[in-house]
């Protein structure tokens, strides 16, 4: 079971990733925006997962993300977006696949593949 901190600003969204990863026996911290997400991370340093939506108001997923792994270099990071190709040119990402701390998930998924790339990451520890 892993402590999973999700910023995600689609109310809909966020609940259908919350029951997805409860039901796969995850704790889920459930945030509705980067800042939100950002005092989560300052209020709790046993997050093993932060799985975030890159574009939302204020505070960016990949600025969020930035300060995660800043703060908690363990930290893993799974982005998920409806504007990967944007995204990517945007923030300069490249495709993660061979990165097993940080990967990329695209909208719109089936819930099963998020739960599955989420337990492959939590599967590999960091060296």
Do not use: C
């Not at 939100?36 to 204020?58: K, R, S, Y």
């Amino acid at each position: 079971m892993a402590q999973i901190l999700l910023a995600e600003d689609d109310k809909s969204m966020l609940n259908f990733l919350v029951i997805a990863l409860e039901r796969a026996g995850h704790n889920i911290t459930a945030t509705e925006n980067g800042s939100e997400a950002l005092d989560a991370l300052n209020n709790n340093d046993d997050f093993d997962l932060l799985l975030t939506d890159i574009v939302m108001p204020g505070i960016d997923g990949i600025e969020l993300a930035q300060k995660a792994t800043d703060k908690y270099p363990n930290i893993k990071v799974m982005f998920i977006t409806g504007f990967a190709a944007i995204a990517m040119e945007k923030y300069n990402l490249q495709e993660s696949s061979d990165n097993k701390d940080t990967q990329m998930l695209s909208k719109p998924f089936h819930l099963n593949d998020l739960v599955e790339q989420v337990e492959d990451m939590l599967s590999h520890s960091k060296e």
